[in-house]
């Protein structure tokens, strides 16, 4: 062992010890015949070991590895963590003071080149508490879309601060950060209070310099963007909905990867081949990119010099031939420097146009090819960019939205990673073998994927794309799947380091992880399963620890000793052991499993006497409710501690965002409090074809004990859209496919649903809900089933129709809790959408309007229709103001649903029509 064991009860200033586990690898025997470099031994997955190193490591972020192997590790709220796999411990080893909103707090960790010598470490970061001529703190809460009433534009600049790289000298004696070294390099200017686009990751090019990725800093949901480039310059609203203002301006750091050269001193000067030159007026000379909408995961070759990075896109699931292209993420390589476009150009060089926001009719198309003008009113830097160049590689929702169908379907997260280099004189036994040597890896975080990239030059195209260690190989071997790799980054051993983000947004995810993925050759090593009775509570703390769901994966035997204290002692015993903690600390009780080749395993979990974790609950909303875009939802959470015996409200800390495609979540509103009105988004600003639903989350952290530290818990609450598309199913079974149709609703529909075939959404909650809407084609019997689909239906729908068609049923006995919704039918049906009422109503005279107007789209009728159905139920229950709030959203969306002039003009004419009788009879000015 490199370090000595750890003491028995773990000092506090040590941090905070969390659970872990890992595989300590045994040299790998040699395969004669097999040159390491050859195809077929590199795309064997049997010869791949991916290895857990820690668990439930908070919200994750980013990752460094140090040369021992031990791993450096963030977490949004400030922490530094170090895991220490030959100990199988995680330590909170530094907490640094951020403002932590949306997607702001700790970003990156970075090892300098020369860490060896001079150990130096990066951290990119929000600072809670900011410098002249910034304010001090921030206002809590998020910054609104438009300004209050009385207010003007010196309004926004109480939502002004900056993000900052600093960098810190690391001390072997305490393994942790000196924070008294802080040097700070440079900060970038950014709006805060809004979601999102922070970007914050930090490489080093093959000369030294300095690489940091920014975000625009401009949010998802732009009022009027509508999964387009956000370019909201309408007067009175915020400024940080016009991406331009960043990503499109040479005299702003956001949106870019800046290039420097750090001095000893922590300053920097401004090496040669950047965008512009220094002294150019109007423009920073730290620009190597600009035109970058949240380029998260950025590296550098250190061979070729070629930078890399993946960038996320807009929403929009289909084009508009009004306003621009669809969305697409991108993966980018070059050795020069460019302007990637955004958000003038996106994807394979398509532009928007100047979008009028306040008219909504289109302006001038962007000339991505050509003479690229910034005319935003916020823009401070040059007018004329330097053109746009197209990515490598870009995708989409769907194999046919790009050329590349190797990328398959799902949402898109693309995280950029390192090209690998192999090094012969590397001694570690696990190294990836040469076959790889030159790839450049990327993990994709949406669709749970590892691709790796061949390329002829660094600046060429790329000509090979391969899936790597699929979860298929991962789930047939018994080892951890890829859950939304955040971080990939190869060790100094050669194996690929992988930070798991895990299922949940914004939170602590209890399924997120530290990995190691080795090359290994025959025997595996055991997959350890450790379970606790209790991980928290008051002295005399009886704990009954269970070991024996860990396996093996070639069947080995396996024998176990357990140090139950931390203390390096390991005692042989049982699969099962029990201990009674006397003393109030924090203690890493940790199970050594061996099998009977020698190979050993760790896992440990924190134990934490002296203090009882909270338990926190959202009473409302309830877990899969429904909501439509636009209502105002009562929240409230209810908070017991065994030892606080008031509970600080303030201390509650609550957001609401909206979810798209169960990958990730925009926040849009946080606050403090055990209770609070959200307004959910009346526009969801994603675009029609997306899945979209409301997300709640809320966290308590309690006193702490004496000597125990605080803890926290949270809990989440998903609102779903009352409308569900068909295709957006969280489950389907296999056989199932959803294909592209412009009649449907969201533009694509599932196909042919048969008997034996099923889809699934969950969680779901009927509270309120009457009854059901299906719009279907075909022939068959389309039943709801709660839970599985073995149960007995709860609502049925006949649809015989070769066309779309709607059937409707009430809902006599709703199922009760949150649970599944299992859909099945008996024959052949084409489902578009679900829609959950809270009564089935008539059309009114403005639908009526719609459906006899012309040339309208079938995808705006069923849009907008259910818009108006949904207004006519409100004023029919008497609820006038609900019945305004949907009829005024129908009204801004019209020109842009509604193509041709005539039919806008004629729905148009209803609507206001039916705006005015309402507003005449209730007296609303």
Not at 153 to 181: I, V
Not at 719 to 725: A, D, F, K, T
Not at 891 to 897: K, Y
Not at 901 to 923: N, Y
């Amino acid at each position: 062992m490199r370090n000595a064991a750890p003491p028995r009860l773990v000092a506090l200033a040590t941090g905070l010890l969390v659970a872990a586990s890992l595989t300590i690898a045994l040299p790998a025997a040699a395969h004669p015949g097999h040159d390491h470099g050859d195809e077929i031994s590199a795309t064997t997955w049997a010869n791949y070991e991916r290895v857990t190193l820690s668990r439930d490591v908070g919200e994750p972020i980013d990752l460094a590895v140090l040369p021992d192997s031990r791993v450096l590790h963030t977490t949004r709220n400030g922490q530094v963590r170090l895991t220490d796999p030959a100990q199988g411990t995680t330590s909170i080893v530094n907490t640094i003071d951020v403002y932590a909103n949306s997607e702001d707090g700790l970003q990156t960790v970075t090892l300098d080149p020369d860490f060896a010598t001079n150990k130096w470490v990066y951290l990119y970061y929000a600072p809670r508490v900011m410098v002249a001529p910034y304010p001090t703190t921030t206002a809590t809460g998020s910054a609104p879309n438009t300004l209050p009433a009385g207010a003007d534009a010196s309004y926004w600049e109480q939502w002004k601060g900056y993000n900052q790289l600093s960098r810190f000298t690391w001390n072997d004696a305490t393994n942790s950060l000196d924070l008294s070294t802080q040097q700070d390099i440079i900060r970038v200017e950014v709006q805060r209070g809004q979601c999102c686009h922070v970007a914050g990751d930090v490489a080093f090019d093959k000369d030294g310099n300095l690489l940091l990725a920014t975000g625009d800093n401009t949010p998802a949901g732009t009022p009027g963007a509508n999964g387009m480039a956000p370019m909201n310059d309408r007067v009175g609203y915020n400024p940080g909905l016009d991406s331009r203002r960043g990503a499109g301006n040479s005299n702003d750091l956001r949106g870019k990867i800046l290039r420097i050269d750090v001095q000893d001193d922590g300053s920097y000067t401004i090496p040669s081949g950047n965008l512009f030159a220094p002294g150019t007026a109007g423009a920073r000379a730290e620009i190597f990119a600009m035109g970058l909408r949240n380029p998260f995961r950025i590296d550098a070759d250190p061979v070729t010099g070629a930078i890399t990075w993946g960038d996320y896109g807009p929403d929009a699931g289909t084009a508009n031939p009004e306003r621009g292209p669809m969305g697409y993420v991108e993966w980018q390589s070059t050795t020069v420097p460019i302007n990637g476009g955004w958000p003038f150009c996106h994807g394979p060089n398509a532009n928007y146009n100047d979008w009028d926001y306040e008219l909504l009719v289109p302006g001038a198309w962007y000339d991505c090819n050509g003479t690229l003008v910034n005319n935003s009113p916020y823009n401070t830097g040059l007018s004329t960019l330097p053109s746009a160049t197209a990515p490598q590689l870009y995708y989409g929702d769907q194999p046919t939205h790009q050329p590349w169908p190797e990328f398959g379907s799902g949402g898109q997260g693309p995280m950029g990673g390192p090209t690998y280099r192999y090094d012969e004189e590397n001694p570690a036994t696990t190294k990836f073998p040469a076959y790889w040597d030159g790839k450049a890896f990327m993990a994709e975080f949406s669709r749970d994927r590892i691709f790796a990239f061949t390329q002829d030059t660094a600046d060429g195209p790329v000509t090979r794309i391969q899936d790597f260690l699929p979860n298929a190989a991962l789930t047939a071997a018994g080892m951890p799947i890829w859950d939304n790799p955040i971080d990939i980054e190869f060790g100094p051993d050669g194996s690929l380091y992988v930070l798991d983000y895990g299922d949940g947004f914004f939170r602590p995810n209890p399924d997120s992880g530290l990995y190691r993925v080795d090359y290994v050759e025959g025997t595996k090593g055991p997959r350890v399963d450790l379970q606790a009775s209790v991980t928290s509570g008051q002295a005399p703390l009886a704990v009954e620890f269970d070991a024996s769901g860990s396996k093996h994966p070639d069947g080995l035997a396996l024998s176990f000793a357990w140090d139950v204290e931390g203390d390096g002692t390991f005692t042989p015993g049982p699969a099962t052991t029990s201990h009674t903690y006397t003393e109030e600390g924090q203690y890493a009780a940790r199970v050594q499993v061996t099998d009977s080749s020698g190979r050993v395993s760790l896992a440990s979990v924190t134990i934490t006497v002296g203090n009882t974790a909270p338990v926190i609950e959202i009473v409302t909303p309830v877990d899969g409710s429904f909501v439509d875009w636009g209502d105002r939802v009562q929240f409230e959470v209810k908070v017991t501690d065994a030892e606080d015996e008031v509970i600080d409200c303030s201390r509650v800390l609550w957001s609401y965002g909206l979810g798209h495609d169960n990958t990730h979540t925009h926040p849009l509103f946080t606050g403090s409090g055990c209770t609070a009105v959200v307004e959910t988004s009346l526009e969801a600003g994603h675009g029609e074809t997306e899945n979209i639903y409301g997300q709640i989350g809320a966290s308590y952290t309690d006193l702490g004990g004496a000597v125990a530290p605080e803890l926290t818990s949270d809990d989440v609450a998903l609102l779903n859209p009352r409308e569900l598309q068909a295709e957006h199913a969280d489950a389907r079974s296999d056989g199932t496919t959803v294909v592209d149709d412009e009649s449907a609703a969201g533009f694509r529909k599932l196909t042919d649903l048969g008997p034996g075939e099923w889809l699934a959404y969950e969680p779901v909650e009927f509270g309120g809900i009457t009854g059901v809407e299906l719009r279907a084609a075909g022939e068959g019997e389309v039943s709801l089933h709660w839970g599985d689909a073995g149960a007995e239906p709860f609502a049925t729908f006949a649809v015989d129709s070769a066309d779309w068609s709607l059937a409707s049923t009430p809902l006599i006995e709703v199922p009760e809790g949150t649970g599944r919704v299992v859909v099945t039918s008996t024959g052949g049906v084409d489902l578009d959408r679900f829609l959950f009422t809270t009564s089935i109503a008539d059309v009114d005279a403005a639908l009526t309007a719609l459906r006899q107007s012309g040339d309208v789209t079938n995808g705006a009728l069923v849009s907008l229709g259910m818009r108006l159905d949904r207004a006519a139920a409100a004023y029919a229950a008497g609820d006038t103001a609900k019945a305004l709030t949907e009829l005024r959203f129908v009204r801004t969306q019209i020109p842009e649903r509604v193509e041709n002039l005539d039919a806008r003009a004629v729905l148009l004419r209803a609507v206001e029509a039916v705006i005015a009788d309402i507003e005449q009879a209730i007296a609303v000015p």
